[in-house]
């Protein structure tokens, strides 16, 4: 009997994924200098992936292991979404601040809505066009500083672009569902997650062969080894694990609507670590979060109006 839907555990687990994830781009903007942003990337996963499949395999045993034929698809979406991510974002944090990146991920919802709209014929209603609208203009206004010209100073247009791609890339990941109908969502992250660990060494391998990068040595390992444990553990493990969860008991509106929390954290975690803004970056930003999550609360009305109503009890 599937377990049934509990408030508080909801925002327990979805205050994990938020907790876990907040400090992701401030620490990964840290060890860069230490760990390239293709080692980064595979170990992170290779990590994190043997904690997933163990965790699997405790929850659903070892039949859960098993493709059943849709391994093509689980490594495609895998590539995509991990690969994509970890790659394009992690090297674009090289050349940007890690509040840009955080806000620049933010639009991942906005992103999903018109993605919906151009793979489905799904088109979004006029007040989350106009939200994601607000959304982008935010983001343009945190990024260019108010300044449109600011954009080509110090090389940041580059990291930025890097980072939005790497935001498509998890975009479309987040569209695979359909294909794994029948898959828990514990199941479906770990065996894409499988294969786009082995994509993400596979690079790693290969740009070392072409001199792209470098094998750090032990000693530089072990210098942030727990920054690793961090990556491999919190943000690779218990985020998704809490998010997951956190859906289960309280929804994808709310969890998106908790999840714009992070941009806040970032930019509180590097504010203590002195860093000062501006007032244009702050308004930028806090017209990101107010559209997201006046969106989120929209649908969320939408939703309950379109609910069937609870037939009366005798």
Not at 95 to 115: G, K, N, R, Y
Not at 140 to 148: A, H, K, S, Y
């Amino acid at each position: 009997m599937p377990e049934p839907p509990s408030p508080l555990k909801g925002a327990i687990w979805l205050g994990i994924a938020v907790a876990s994830w907040g400090a992701l781009f401030p620490v990964a903007k840290r060890t860069l200098p230490v760990l390239d942003a293709f080692f980064l990337g595979s170990a992170r996963y290779a990590l994190g992936i043997v904690l997933f499949v163990a965790i699997l395999w405790a929850a659903e045993g070892a039949r859960a292991l098993r493709y059943g034929g849709r391994l093509l698809p689980a490594a495609v979406f895998g590539l995509v979404g991990f690969c994509g991510f970890n790659i394009l974002v992690w090297w674009g944090l090289v050349f940007t601040s890690p509040e840009h990146a955080a806000i620049i991920m933010a639009l991942q919802s906005p992103l999903t809505a018109l993605a919906v709209w151009m793979a489905r014929g799904l088109r979004p209603a006029p007040f989350t066009l106009g939200c994601v609208a607000a959304a982008i203009a935010g983001v343009l206004v945190v990024v260019t500083r108010g300044d449109p010209l600011h954009v080509f100073a110090g090389g940041s247009v580059l990291g930025d672009f890097l980072v939005f791609l790497g935001a498509v890339s998890w975009v479309i990941y987040t569209m695979a569902g359909h294909y794994f109908a029948g898959w828990s969502p514990l199941r479906m992250t770990v065996l894409t997650a499988i294969p786009g660990t082995v994509g993400l060494v596979a690079i790693n391998v290969l740009t070392i062969a072409m001199g792209w990068s470098a094998l750090p040595s032990l000693e530089q390992v072990l210098s942030v080894k727990w920054q690793l444990a961090y990556f491999a553990v919190f943000t690779v493990v218990l985020g998704v694990l809490g998010f997951n969860n956190g859906v289960k008991h309280l929804g994808a509106l709310n969890a998106m609507l908790m999840l714009n929390l992070i941009p806040v954290i970032v930019f509180a975690i590097e504010a203590s670590l002195g860093r000062s803004f501006t007032a244009v970056e702050i308004g930028g930003a806090a017209i990101v979060i107010c559209a997201l999550a006046a969106n989120n609360l929209y649908l969320r009305r939408k939703a309950a109006r379109e609910r069937p109503p609870e037939p009366e009890r005798p």
